[in-house]
């Protein structure tokens, strides 16, 4: 069955560039999540939401981050004026509706490379 | 301090070996705790849940220890297969369900 997506699957920009990174999640899963993985560091969470609602945008690392999911599907995450330190890859993962009396699994996309020369 | 914490490795071994990977949290609230396999340049897949009572699958057996808060997974008659980064993750659920992950432990078993 078809899984997570994500596109591009490598993105090269030159400093000051906007990027855009598109998820499409597991058909019918409310919560879809943006994590940033670093070279030789674990995914780090960026934000959070469910259906089209942004709940959580705690790990973004500055106002340069936008995320949004209009219709409760498909999200994009969108950094402006990117900087050298945004090289990294962009994991998307999706999960059923959240049940607070248990873990829904999230299942991650295949990320996206990012390089900022 | 990083909310989660192991130990980055690696960890090479020989075909056959067991091997113990640890981690430690530091947040009392957080309420689920996996283990994550990634492979090299690959997406992070859930290896197993973690539970006070340990639980096992197969050549696998993970555990917690909630009063030290730690963490541990064991791999027994590794196989070459079983060269991956493990990641230690630590879910605080409530609103957001997001996941916290360790910086991961390197495991290379040689032949």
């Known amino acids: 069955g078809a899984g997570v997506s994500q596109s591009p699957r490598y993105k090269v920009a030159k400093r000051g560039q906007d990027v855009a990174l598109r998820c499409d999640p597991i058909s019918g899963h409310v919560s879809l999540f943006w994590y940033q993985q670093a070279l030789g560091q674990g995914p780090e969470f960026l934000t959070y939401?469910?259906?089209?609602?942004?709940?959580?945008k705690s790990g973004l690392p500055s106002d340069r981050f936008f995320a949004e999911r209009p219709e409760g599907s498909v999200s994009t995450l969108k950094i402006q004026r990117t900087q050298q330190e945004d090289s990294a890859v962009y994991l998307c993962a999706s999960s059923g509706h959240p049940n607070f009396s248990s873990y829904n699994e999230q299942f991650f996309g295949p990320g996206t490379r990012l390089t900022v020369l | 301090r990083k909310e989660v914490e192991q130990d980055p490795g690696p960890f090479n071994v020989p075909e056959g070996a067991t091997v113990a990977f640890n981690c430690t949290y530091s947040n009392s609230a957080s309420q689920s705790f996996f283990w994550y396999r990634q492979d090299c340049r690959k997406e992070p897949k859930l290896l197993m849940s973690?539970?006070?009572s340990g639980n096992e699958d197969g050549r696998f057996t993970a555990q917690l220890n909630r009063a030290s808060q730690y963490i541990s997974l064991l791999i027994r008659d590794s196989k070459l297969s079983d060269s991956a980064t493990y990641l230690c993750v630590v879910n605080s659920m409530g609103n957001t369900d997001k996941l916290i992950f360790g910086t991961g432990t390197r495991l290379q078993v040689f032949p």
């Open positions: 973690v539970y006070s």
């Open positions: 939401f469910q259906n089209e609602a942004q709940l959580d």
